[in-house]
């Protein structure tokens, strides 16, 4: 038995641009060929260019690429930019950065080269409070305070038709969900069970207020009894399914705390009791985002009292309102954020991403049951100023993709696809700026007979 030659081997030359930021990872990274992935292992040979390095002796790691250009939404500042996803290739943004209304754009991806509808107007005020979350594979529910009105709390669902390739959104009437102004807060949207919403915010007296509704098509019907969650004042919340039938809403208090509670929502829409109030963090919490990651298990992400990106586990037993339990909460990066956002790709793991004050950034995580565990590499989704998009600016696809909405260096909406790679990811630095590399990738596989 002799070895394979490496005359018999193919090998793949690569010329490749390192971050605009010395001794940083690129938002676009080279791969290992996708053929290679049987290899034993893979051996970067070669590397030339100005001080480079490859930043680990193994190349095979783990981590998000980001290799299309940003597309611009809206060349205009935004106040916030939320996506969700309704499948694969078909996703929703929200904002309310044109003409001082409130409005939303269909994304469809192909790869990761994402492309905007034409502009939908969801309401013609300048909404400073809004939420949107997904219902089925071509529909959407939208809530928010109505600016051009008289400031009640107000919810339209929004349909997406795709004609010869192109995104059109359609919305049904707006509905009306209180009878009185709420108050200028974080909101927030979500289906508890199959045909109801739900939404969290903070109602006329300042109080952490929930209330439901039953829709059928795009027909939201009247609302039943708001329920009180908290009645200290709210500067931040999120609401998500925790099992079919029960809501978890979270939310940070004028006292400084953060605290969580899950309620019975039924098919009529009618709210339960609350459950007994779990605090999540003793310190104020910003960009709250909760999560179902699947039944009895949600996973809420936010800006701890540090200012770092974090996130926890929440569970409940079975059936069960009255208790929370918690795991250890994880920073994923010690240093200031301007904004946090998180989504599961599938029930064991999922992406956090971030605007650190310089770079965009993100970096998957897994789930063991109440343990999240963070990859070794946080990944930059821009290599230079980005300005950060607020909580809810990231959606995942179930394949590893992830679409990042957020504001960028120039201040207009933008949108950027990721992929998430295992064993794959070739990070070439440079200890310059923008450094052109050169590098050839050898597969080395096991010893077989010639003959």
Known sequence: MSGLGFSKVIKSRFSTTTCATANAPAK????????????????????????????????????????????????TNPDFGKVVRLTDTLYV?????????????????????????????????????ADLCRLSDTTFAVAYRDNEGDDYLAA??????????????????EKELTAAAITEDELSICEPRSGVLFVSYADGDDDVAGIAATYSGTTIADPGTVVEFDTAAPTDMSCCKMEEGIVFVVWTDVGGSTYARCATVSAAAAIGTPGTEKAINAGISTYINARF???????VGY????NDPTAIICTIAAGVVTTISIGTAVAFLTGTVTDVGIDMIDN???????DDGTYGQAIRFSVSGTTITADAVIDNYVETAAT?????????????????????????LAVLVGQYYEDRIIDVRATGASATATFTVLPIYEYETIN
């Open 303 to 306: 800006e701890d009292d540090a």
């Open 93 to 129: 943004a929200l904002s309310n950065v044109v003409d001082s209304a409130l409005n939303s754009w269909a994304i469809t991806i192909d790869g990761t080269t994402p492309t905007a509808s034409e502009l939908a107007e969801v309401n013609a005020g300048d909404n400073d409070s």
């Open 28 to 75: 676009a990274k080279e791969l290992i060929p996708e053929g290679y992935t049987g290899a034993t292992s893979n051996i970067i040979a070669h590397l030339n260019g100005e001080n480079v390095y490859l930043e680990s002796a193994d190349p095979e790691r783990d981590g998000l690429n980001f290799p299309t250009a940003v597309v611009e939404i809206a060349a």
């Open 156 to 173: 339209r669902i929004g349909t997406v038709t795709i004609t010869a390739g192109v995104a059109t959104i359609a919305y049904g009437t």
């Open 348 to 354: 064991t793991q999922g992406i956090i991403s971030w």
């Open 388 to 412: 950060g998009g607020g909580k809810g600016g990231i959606a995942c696809a179930t394949n590893g993709k992830c679409v990042r909405v957020y504001e960028d260096a120039d201040n207009d």
């Open 293 to 299: 990651v699947e039944k009895d298990k949600v996973i």
